[in-house]
């Protein structure tokens, strides 16, 4: 009978604990919208889909939430009482500026400061795919954590400095 060496014992719980611990981390997404149901239709629709998906009725209530939860990406309708789309993505990300926020709303006036703000914008004619096309792009595009400045190239190969 082979008995089994108890180093390979001893080392048995911690592979599986790695295991367990390799296991991908379910993207949360922070969706805020005036109107409830859509709210509760779109969580229905991309729970299944691998995500867990954090729902806020108002602007202030959404900007709450992404201060106090772990969120991977905002997704925010545009035309919204109180605080519209734009200034909860500008809030987003002043607090936030690393966590992508896209614009998900049926309106054709959108602002071309609101357009400068968020990462993309998706129109709710549009189909589910095109939609979970957008969450994907924005969740694997890598994005610094803060805006930087570019570095300036030297004005010559000796590093000296010119006006124009």
Not at 43 to 53: C, E, I, N, T
Not at 98 to 108: A, I, K, R, Y
Request: hydrophobic share 45%; proline share 7%; net charge positive.
């Amino acid at each position: 009978m082979n008995a089994v060496p108890s180093a390979v014992i001893a080392m048995t719980p911690r592979c599986v604990g790695r295991r367990k611990s390799q296991a991908k981390a379910v993207p949360t997404l922070l969706w805020i919208d005036d109107f409830a149901p859509g709210l509760a239709m779109y969580k229905a629709m991309f729970d299944p889909l691998g995500f867990r998906v954090l729902t806020a009725s108002s602007g202030a209530e959404g900007v709450q939430l992404a201060l106090s939860n772990h969120v991977d990406a905002v997704v925010t309708d545009y035309e919204m009482p109180e605080m519209n789309g734009e200034v909860v993505a500008s809030a987003i990300k002043a607090l936030k500026p690393g966590v992508p926020v896209l614009m998900f709303s049926g309106s054709t006036l959108i602002s071309s400061r609101c357009r400068r703000v968020v990462d993309a914008i998706c129109d709710k004619a549009g189909s589910r795919d095109e939609l979970l096309a957008a969450i994907h792009r924005l969740l694997h595009k890598k994005r610094p954590p803060v805006l930087q400045p570019r570095v300036a190239a030297p004005a010559s190969h000796r590093g000296h400095r010119t006006v124009a």
